[in-house]
């Protein structure tokens, strides 16, 4: 499902280019689990973006269901990221002025989208009732607990059906205590719903529960 080949990612410093990531490899079957954890300021954040397409290699392949990144042009990239992935973001970006059920369909606007409104209502409120969220369809994230928000969160990444979830470090504005909540709902998400899952976290029971673990060290990624 993800093949990543000699990958490279510099950045510009004051000083001279940083490498960030080091002729890194990645192998992830369809429907397998993926925890990439690793100290702050190690490329996991980068390493995401590239993979959601939200930025690029400096050099290498990367190529998601058989597609390589490098060869999509803007609007198949577009169609790709609002078909085929799901983001769900460290501070979830909620927006404020947004109930829960028009958050969660918030994806629809990106463009792209065959069905009708009424069928993506539809789904989202199967989602969000899976998720615990049936009391919460119209409220506005201010009244929403943490976890509650980062419940949404998932809903509106699911909303597209995606192939692939891209977590980056989900847990990580949540108390401990939602810990194993969150990793419940991120190993359902891969077990019943065979969604291929990729999530960066600082949470060991979360990373425990996925099928793979890596660090990423030194720009590569190791089994821990
Ligand atoms: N746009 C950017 N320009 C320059 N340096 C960046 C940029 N984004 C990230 N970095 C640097 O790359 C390194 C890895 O960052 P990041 O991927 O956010 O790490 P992590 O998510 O593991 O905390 C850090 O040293 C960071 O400062
Ligand atoms: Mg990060």
């Not at 000699?6 to 280019?17: E, M, S």
């Not at 973001?89 to 409104?117: D, K, Y």
């Not at 999530?199 to 996925?210: F, K």
């Amino acid at each position: 499902m993800i093949e990543i080949e000699h990958l490279i990612k510099r950045y510009p410093g004051p000083t001279g280019d940083i490498t960030v990531l080091d002729d890194l490899e990645l192998s992830v079957a369809k429907g397998e689990s993926v925890a990439i954890v690793g100290p702050s300021g190690c490329g996991k954040t980068t390493l995401l973006n590239i993979l959601g397409t939200l930025d690029t290699a400096t050099s290498g392949s990367v190529s998601i269901a058989g597609q390589a990144l490098d060869t999509m042009n803007d609007e198949d990239r577009i169609r790709f990221r609002n078909q085929s992935l799901g983001f769900v973001f460290q501070q979830h970006f909620l927006l404020p002025q947004c109930t829960v059920m028009e958050n969660t369909i918030m994806p629809r606007l990106a463009g792209g989208w065959e069905e009708s409104e009424e069928d993506t209502r539809s789904r989202a409120t199967s989602l969000l009732e899976e998720l615990g969220l049936k009391h919460r369809i119209d409220h506005m994230p201010y009244q929403l607990s943490g976890g509650e928000r980062l419940r949404a969160a998932v809903a509106r990444a699911l909303v597209n059906r995606p192939s692939i979830v891209l977590a980056d470090e989900p847990t990580g504005s949540l108390d401990p205590a939602m810990g194993e909540q969150v990793a419940d709902l991120f190993a359902s998400l891969n077990q019943e719903h065979g969604v291929t899952l990729v999530t960066v976290t600082h949470n060991e029971a979360l990373a425990d529960r996925m099928g793979t673990k890596y660090e990423l060290n030194k720009g590569k990624l190791v089994s821990p």
